[in-house]
C-alpha cells in the first residue's frame, strides 16, 4: 500500500491558491478539469516534496477538489488538520498575519501554531528541527477561535 493524497474541498479556487501556494509555499503539480463531472482537481506539493512526487516514488499530495456547482463546506469534528514543516515558524506566521489570516493558535512555544484555511480547514504548523526562543508578540498571544 502507498499513501497517495489528502483531499479536501475548496469553495475559492484563487482565493485557496493564494494561501497554499502563495502563502504557505506550496507549489501546483497538476490539475484536471472535469466538464462531465462539473470539478477541479488541483494537486499540490510541498517544495521538499515536489522532486519525488513528480517521480515514480510519488511523494503524497494535497488534492483540492472545486466543484463547480454552490454548495456549502462544512468540516466535522472527527476531521482534524493537516500538518506542515516550517524553516521559520515566526516568519511564516508573521506572513500569513500580514495578509489577513487569523493565527488560532500563536507559537507561544516557539514550535507550533494553528492557522485556517480560506474553508476552514485546520493547518498545523511546526519548527522545522525543535522550537525556538521564545519571542514577542508571539509568547504572550492568546488563542483565537478554535482550531
Partial sequence: MQ??????????????????????GMEEIRRYDSEGGRFTNIFLSAPEDKERATSDKKAPLLELTYNWDPEELKTARAWGHLAFAVDDIYATCEKLQSNGVTINRPPRDGYMAFVKSPDGVSIELLQKGGAKDKAEPWASMENTGSW
Fill in 3 to 24: 499513501y497517495l493524497h489528502t483531499m479536501v474541498r475548496i469553495s475559492d479556487v484563487d482565493a485557496s491558491l493564494k494561501f497554499y501556494c502563495d502563502l504557505l
